[in-house]
Every structure is written in C-alpha cells, then in structure tokens.
C-alpha cells in the first residue's frame, strides 16, 4: 500500500511540476524573446486535471479534505469513526460514477487533438481515468481501514528528513 500512495503522490508531484514549468517557460519565452510554446494553454489544463485527479485520490485516502468539524469533534471516538465511514461512503458514491464517466470520455475521444500540436488529447484523459479510478480505490481502502479501526494506515507517511535521511515520527 505505501508504494501505490508513494507513486500515487509522485505522479501528483510530477504533473504540478509539469505544469510550473510550462507556465515559467512560456512567460520567459514570450518575455524575452516574444515567443510562445506551442499548445501551452491546451497543455496546462489538461496537465492540470491530471494533476487534480491523482491529488483528489491522496485527499480521499488521507481524509484530508478542507472540511468543517463543527460535529466530528463534539462526537466521541466510535461516534467520530462512525461519521467518517459515512462521508467516505458518500464520497466513493460521487468518485465511483466519476471514474466510470471519464472512462466514457476517454472512449469518446476519438482523434482529438490540441489546438497547435495535434497531440491526441486521449492520452491525457486516459492519465487522469487512472487518477480518478485509483481515487475510487483508495476511497473503498479507506472505508475498509476505518471499519478495521486500523486508522494508524490512513495517516501520511512521514517525510524523510534531508539532512540525515532518517524518517521524522512526527
């Protein structure tokens, strides 16, 4: 499980990336030298719903919506447990037909390109399936781990420390 969250946050991490770089590149192209990079607008938003899909599978695992807690911290641990099987089961209720419809949408495609380049925009639907389908996924891990009471897996994995590679409990 820790190697699918680990791809999982670096192929989020890589295609936030992608699409900083995209944006820098181009405005330093067209500053300087008034020039543009071919399908740079194409090529960030479809970057970037990649990116929001693969993100949204990280924030469903995690539990780590933007949330208001006004009734989960008033309740008590089994209560608490109890309100995070249901707003999972509610979220898997909205990610599982997501999923399947940018399936569809992938299936639909057909030979749609970017605006300069021609570059099949399939391809990018088909990163961002996977994104949402994984999201589906960790979703159902999610609602198995807390009927387990097992809530120690569902916490980020610690970042390792850069200066001594150890791993920080914190």
């Given at each position: 499980?820790?190697?699918?969250?680990?791809?999982?946050?670096?192929?989020?991490?890589?295609?936030?990336?992608a699409i900083a770089l995209l944006a820098a590149g181009n405005v330093?192209?067209?500053?300087?030298?008034?020039?543009?990079?071919?399908?740079?607008?194409?090529?960030?938003?479809?970057?970037?719903?990649?990116?929001?899909?693969w993100g949204v599978a990280l924030a469903t695992y995690y539990g780590?919506?933007?949330?208001?807690?006004?009734?989960?911290?008033?309740?008590?641990?089994?209560?608490?447990?109890?309100?995070?099987?249901?707003?999972?089961?509610?979220?898997?209720?909205?990610?599982?037909?997501?999923?399947?419809?940018?399936?569809?949408?992938?299936?639909?495609?057909?030979?749609?390109?970017?605006?300069?380049?021609?570059?099949?925009?399939?391809?990018?639907?088909?990163?961002?399936?996977?994104?949402?389908t994984v999201a589906a996924l960790l979703c159902v891990v999610r609602?198995?781990?807390?009927?387990?009471?097992?809530?120690?897996?569902?916490?980020?994995?610690?970042?390792?420390?850069?200066?001594?590679?150890?791993?920080?409990?914190?």
């Open positions: 499980m820790k190697k699918l969250l680990s791809a999982t946050e670096t192929v989020a991490a890589f295609f936030l990336l330093l192209l067209r500053d300087l030298f008034s020039m543009s990079i071919p399908d740079w607008y194409d090529g960030s938003r479809l970057l970037q719903g990649i990116a929001l899909f780590s919506h933007i949330c208001v807690d006004i009734v989960w911290e008033h309740l008590k641990d089994n209560g608490r447990r109890a309100l995070d099987v249901i707003a999972t089961v509610v979220t898997l209720a909205f990610l599982a037909p997501l999923a399947w419809m940018v399936w569809v949408k992938v299936g639909n495609t057909g030979t749609q390109g970017t605006m300069d380049l021609r570059l099949p925009m399939v391809w990018f639907y088909a990163v961002a399936a996977v994104g949402m609602i198995v781990r807390l009927l387990q009471r097992d809530e120690a897996s569902l916490r980020p994995v610690p970042i390792a420390n850069a200066e001594s590679g150890d791993f920080d409990g914190s």
